[in-house]
């Protein structure tokens, strides 16, 4: 849809937040999901200027079968005094396999003279030789106008002429950025107006939530004209984020009526937000608009029967639209087509099977319900189904027993961890040490493994994540762990979930090493 | 400030948010950050519907003293068929000792059919005759005009007529309530630019945030002529949550030059935002416009010389304005006034001590860096205080050691702690056991302690609160541990951090006895 452009950030400007590192497979991953929401864009990140994005681009042209989405690759204009086709900056944009490139220009005169240390004259020069150059070398040129709203407010001349050279030299979008984020919804407006007036160009906007009008100064400029959107999932940014992409979206379908998505991909929303949240292991919050997990919770009480009647009366919104829930609970978005797709991949088809599907839905829904995750522990997720289909779930080894001691003496602190395991008809009974329980527990339960199956000295545990997934008052909030596990080639993700967060780490280690047993057993 | 005012819901409307549960001792914490912020108007919640909140306006009027804000009551207007004056729930209203009564009524015609179940007609009369009678009574009453975006799409005439009726009976305000929260600014705009053309009635407004819209919307209204908004802190509330009542202002004050608090008192509000954070336990979003800790964190890199040329390059608004900080470390909140005030509290005259100020706030600093916070625990916080003033910190026994084994056998899973602690001449060794590991280590130290000390009898674990302070990758992320401890009389909170959540509940459980003795002591 080049008439309307979704345009997600999620991999480069989301990826600027606080405390959010992406490996090069997250990122593989996250641009799965966000194809198949129906984006028309994915920034993929700053090839050149980072290794891991430049790894990135490397990869997606091999991995990524992106069936609604291109990929755009972000950079920044020429340096100064060098021709754009001599800037090896601009070579690693030209070479990313991109189709589109999106090109940061400064349009603010201040940020030219005392972040660029350069004249007006030149930062226009370098805008028109890399718009120039790229769409020589057949690549497509967007424009984002950087501190576009401040540069307006101080030199609205200069700033409109950035744009002009820009789309004289072939760009086909001017996404004017709120970059420090303190517009609001009536300002954005007028400019907007004043730009697609004075200029002709075509307008993108890119805004970040500062005064927490991101959403709502996103509308005001497609309001004003803009046909091109950017933001990211889960409003993921530097300071107080971006523009929420899914908030944008369904306000522009549900509430204003048009058509930005491929027909139907906007229930995939709730879905894919929380699929990324995992990635990320930012915890979705639960009030965001549209996919939080409460965003259609209601406390009934009183209206119990008047919901009855009419559950529209007290909802903005059929929640179906964007594939949440009036009853909100997540387990229900482990559909039976998602189980049923899962299950071809591991080579059974489940279509003709339906006690078998719904079987494995009740359990995922019984799981969920206490505190599992499947979108993200895919092994778990196999392993589960494999125990529903074969009726028997892989087995290697069968743990007797565990035990770990945790002290802290005059000479320090010191945690072992005990266990006691039968594999390959043998028992063993070895202890390991580490910084806490869980380093603990993984060292003694991988050195006994090992005896029986030596594979397991090729695996190891790559990422781990501690998430207390409620934040009730009291002793009995529970803990998810997330265990990643590879064995060099592949990796997977494995859950478990416990009021002791040892016990929640050991169930998860536990698949971990069953999971990549059977895998190599195949 | 009558001419315009802030009205907060944090403590009605703000509760309402699924997870969320405050006491009565939290509600009347949580208004005197309010009244500290300078907000008009708290809504304390609804007397005679809920025990707990006829609770808070009886402890209200011996306990609290406002500076700035005055307390008012929730509730509806009175049951169809009955009189006012009759109304036991109307009665709690009239007797709840706040000066302004907030009357909720229905201004949707459908609603009145489908949830009230009675007429048209007869929800006027209800509006009519509850607010006549509480005026007669002394109260200041203003409307909350629930479902009123909705009603006025329906049903115009009627919607207004709710309105105007409670304006002949002596109502103030009529906040204009998208209960279900689906609107956008535009659509605000045009409605309350209607409603005062046509009624003349003073327009409030009262926004959630389904669209992500909800500060764009309250301020569209108030550009519309609203002069009264109602939000909560931290944006706090059913489903998606309440308009953010700080980000409404800071825009008010900030971007549009209105003075709607107190002078200077924009000041507080990220101290403010976070404290009451504490009191919920919800975990502060980093990313919450103007006081989120990430609000104004910059990834300096290549600007970095730009910033020091001028950091207003990079920044929307000066930090200061709201409390915050650029370089965002929470730990410069806790200024040299506020550990002044605390020392007179303990009986110190700090002011004529600038080096042990300033060596208290550099170890506040510093503590907090690494993850303590001592908003909350303030016996924490006294402890250090103690012993930067007198040289010594309190202590009442001695921690040789403690140990924790957890197992899992076949008989079950197992968990004992063991401390060596030596307290009053003598040494002790006790075991307890528990359902985990701080629950054994609990039990075991304070039977130790009891023998030395017999108060500790006395002494109860009332909230033990654990949070995963960064959402890093990793296994290093942190825990913070509260822990309320009680005497019956009094409690007092205490905090301990560290990458094991055993040792990080240690660390505050000691703090908690010791605190408790030496306040018993004295």
Known sequence: MDNFHVYDTTLRDGAQQEGLNLTVADKLAIARHLDGLGVGFIEGGWPGANPK?????????????????QLAAFGATRRAGVKAADDPLVAALRDSGAGVVTLVAKSHDRHVELALRT???????????????????????????????????????????VLSTAFEAGAEIAALCDTNGGMLPGWIQDVV????????????????????????????????????????????????????????????????????????????????????AEVTNVPPASR???????????????????????????????????????RLLVSDMAGKASIELKGRELGYDLAEHPQTVARVTAKVKEMEARGYTFEAADASFELMLLEEVEGTRPSFFTVE????????????????????????????????????????????????????????AEFELTDY??????????????????????????????????????????????????????????
Chains 1, 2 share one sequence.
Request: with cysteine; net charge negative.
């Open 465 to 522: 994540k501690v998430r207390l997934y409620d934040d009730g008052h009291g002793t009995d909030a529970k803990t998810r762990v997330l265990i990643e596990t590879t064995d060099g080639d592949t990796s997977w993700v494995t859950v478990g979930v416990g009021e002791n967060v040892i016990q929640a780490s050991f169930e998860a280690l536990v698949d971990g090493l069953t999971f990549g047993l059977w895998r190599h057993q195949k």
């Open 119 to 161: 004249t007006l004259e030149e930062n226009l020069a370098m805008v028109r030789d890399t718009v120039s150059h790229l769409r020589a070398e057949g690549q497509r040129v967007f424009l984002d106008a950087e501190h576009f709203f401040d540069g307006y407010r101080d030199n609205r001349a200069y700033a409109l002429e």
């Open 193 to 276: 107006n004043d730009v697609i007036e004075s200029t002709g160009v075509r307008v993108g906007i890119h805004c970040h939530n500062d005064t927490g009008c991101a959403v709502a100064n996103t509308l005001a400029a497609v309001d004003a004209g803009a046909t091109h959107v950017q933001g990211t999932i889960n409003g993921y940014g530097e300071r107080t984020g971006n523009a929420d992409l899914i908030a944008v979206v369904a306000n522009l379908e549900l509430k204003l009526g048009r058509d930005v998505l491929p027909a139907g991909l906007l229930r995939e929303a709730t879905r894919t937000a929380h699929a990324i």
């Open 401 to 456: 027993s565990w035990r770990v001691i945790s002290e802290s003496r005059a000479v320090g602190e010191e945690t072992e961890a005990t266990v006691k395991v039968h594999a390959g008809g043998q028992r063993y009974v070895v202890t390991g040490e580490g910084n806490g329980p869980v380093n603990a527990l993984d060292s003694a339960l991988r050195r006994a493994i090992a005896r029986a199956f030596p594979a397991v």
């Open 53 to 69: 994005d430049t790894e990135f681009f490397r990869r997606a042209q091999q991995e990524l079968q992106l069936q609604h989405a």
């Open 288 to 326: 965001q608009p549209y996919v939080g997990s409460s965003a259609f919770a209601h406390k009934a009480g009183l209206h119990a029967s008047a919901i009855k009647v009419d559950p529209m009366l007290y909802q903005h919104m059929d929640p179906i639209e964007v594939g949440n829930d009036m």
